[in-house]
Nanobody, 122 residues
Framework: QVQLAESGGGWVQPGGSLKLSCAAS????????IGWFRQAPGKEREWVAQ???????YYTNSVKDRFTISRDNAKNTAYLQMSSLNVEDTATYYC????????????????WGQGTQVTVSS
C-alpha cells in the first residue's frame, strides 16, 4: 500500500520559514513526479510546485523565489522549503506522486498524502 506522509507544518509569523517533508512508503518514487498542492479554507486546491524524476522544478508564480522543492530519492522523501511566508500562504499543504508530469500539473495524481497545516499569522 502506497502512503505519502507530510510533516513540518505549523504556525509561523509573516516573513518566517518552514520546511515541509513528504515521505513515501510502499513505493519507490525515484521515477515519479512529486508535487505540492495547497488548499486554503473556502478555496479550491492550488498547485504549488512539482519536481520531475530528473529534478527539473516548476512553481506557481506566487511562490517563485520564495519556495524551493527538492527530493532525496535515497530517503524516498521530497521537501518544500518555504521562505518569506505571508498570510496568503496559510493553507493545508499536500504532496502527491505520479509518473506523469501533466497529470500532476492537472491535480490528478495517483497518490496523495493527508496534508499538513501551515498557518502564517502575527
Amino acid at each position: 500500500q502506497v502512503q505519502l506522509a507530510e510533516s513540518g507544518g505549523g504556525w509561523v509569523q509573516p516573513g518566517g520559514s518552514l520546511k515541509l517533508s513528504c515521505a513515501a512508503s510502499g513505493r519507490t518514487f525515484e521515477k515519479d513526479v512529486i508535487g505540492w498542492f495547497r488548499q486554503a479554507p473556502g478555496k479550491e486546491r492550488e498547485w504549488v510546485a512539482q519536481i520531475t524524476e530528473t529534478a527539473v522544478t516548476y512553481y506557481t508564480n506566487s511562490v517563485k523565489d520564495r519556495f524551493t522543492i527538492s527530493r532525496d530519492n535515497a530517503k524516498n522523501t521530497a521537501y518544500l522549503q518555504m521562505s518569506s511566508l505571508n498570510v496568503e500562504d496559510t493553507a493545508t499543504y499536500y504532496c502527491a506522486a505520479d509518473t506523469d508530469s501533466w497529470t500532476m500539473r492537472q491535480g490528478s495524481a495517483n497518490y496523495w498524502g493527508q496534508g499538513t497545516q501551515v498557518t502564517v499569522s502575527s
